[in-house]
């Protein structure tokens, strides 16, 4: 493994700029006849906004814990939580949202 001096990160946390994470939470309606329907337009949706470039990673979680999905966002926090406010599935209940401002490096990826 490479060695990281100080040096190296001290330059590499100026490459570093802010991204706004979502976390998403089920609500008790996620298990209501219909909620398939309305959490299949949110994943629509989502894929428009990974088209348009503002949700730049979207992982849904597949554990029993009631988060749903983790989203990093190129947008402010506040342009955020409308987006976030205008989701189908935000908008029916299903779930909830909490934004937080972050930074990452522009470049980061998931692993192929």
């Known amino acids: 493994m490479a060695e990281i001096t100080d040096d ?21 309606k996620r298990n209501e006849p219909g909620a398939d329907a309305v959490v299949w337009e949110h994943g629509r949706r989502n894929f428009e906004l990974r088209e348009r470039g503002v949700l730049a990673i979207v992982c849904p979680i597949t554990d ?7 989203g990093l966002f190129d947008a402010t926090p506040e342009e955020t939580a409308r987006i976030m406010d ?6 029916a209940g299903v779930f ?17």
């Open 8 to 28: 190296h990160m001290r330059e590499m946390l100026t490459k570093s700029r802010p991204y706004t994470v979502v976390l998403l939470r089920a609500t008790p």
């Open 86 to 91: 205008d989701d189908p599935g935000v908008k």
């Open 96 to 112: 909830t949202y909490e934004v937080h401002p972050g930074r990452s490096f522009p470049g980061d990826a998931l692993p192929a």
């Open 64 to 70: 029993d814990s009631g988060w749903s999905g983790i």
